[in-house]
T-cell receptor, first 113, second 110 residues
Framework: KAGVTQTPRYLIKTRGQQVTLSCSPI?????VSWYQQTPGQGLQFLFE???????NKGNFPGRFSGRQFSNSRSEMNVSTLELGDSALYLC????????????FGEGSRLTVL | AQSVTQLDSHVSVSEGTPVLLRCNYS??????LFWYVQHPNKGLQLLLKYTSAATLVKGINGFEAEFKKSETSFHLTKPSAHMSDAAEYFCVFGGFKTIFGAGTRLFVKA
């Protein structure tokens, strides 16, 4: 069974630009969650989707958004990039919600210059 | 409110010696608890999970954890550290909202 796939793995953007990151969950998994990981703030929850509906949202500004498609694939978007958005963005999938058993992708490393 | 606290931000051990990574939790109901490991520039991988079936949980790579309700703890242990165990470890509370601990970085000295 293929794991969670995140694309792109690495990207460099400049301040003010926007970025879209993609996540393909494990086949059959309907829950997808996103996390931002930085050396200073650690692992922070962004949002969780289940069956195309946002179920939970972390404490991030509105520049951070996401969506989930009918095939459970998910995208997150960050608009008007700031230097502080440089981070590893991790996606995780799960068969259901609220189980804590998550399957992570390798992440998308975003650098904002 | 539910929470998890990892008591050490860094732990350093010598290869071949035991590993102990500490995690305390707070919950008003019976929790689901997990340990994940993250190697540099990689995603997180599930090491083991507790879901009330047995208090001593065995995971991958020789790790195990014991759920102690009286102490509200879920410490991760391994009898003998290997260089490849050097990584960051996260204690996680699973429920309506998944809650991650701050992480413990494990260093293994040769």
């Amino acid at each position: 069974k293929a794991g969670v796939t995140q694309t792109p793995r690495y990207l460099i953007k400049t301040r003010g630009q926007q970025v879209t990151l993609s996540c393909s969950p494990i086949s059959g998994h309907r829950s997808v969650s996103w996390y931002q990981q930085t050396p200073g703030q650690g692992l922070q929850f962004l949002f969780e989707y289940f069956s195309e509906t946002q179920r939970n949202k972390g404490n991030f500004p509105g520049r951070f958004s996401g969506r989930q498609f009918s095939n459970s694939r998910s995208e997150m978007n960050v608009s008007t990039l700031e230097l502080g958005d440089s981070a590893l963005y991790l996606c995780a999938s799960s068969p259901g919600v609220g189980t804590g058993e998550l399957f992570f992708g390798e992440g998308s490393r975003l650098t904002v210059l | 409110a539910q929470s998890v606290t990892q008591l050490d931000s860094h732990v350093s051990v010598s290869e071949g010696t035991p590993v102990l990574l500490r995690c305390n939790y707070s919950s008003s109901y019976s929790p689901s608890l997990f340990w994940y490991v993250q190697h540099p520039n990689k995603g997180l991988q599930l090491l083991l999970k507790y879901t009330s079936a047995a208090t001593l949980v065995k995971g991958i790579n020789g790790f195990e954890a014991e759920f102690k309700k009286s102490e509200t703890s879920f410490h991760l242990t391994k009898p003998s550290a290997h260089m490849s165990d050097a990584a960051e470890y996260f204690c996680v509370f699973g429920g309506f909202k998944t809650i991650f601990g701050a992480g413990t970085r494990l260093f293994v000295k040769a």
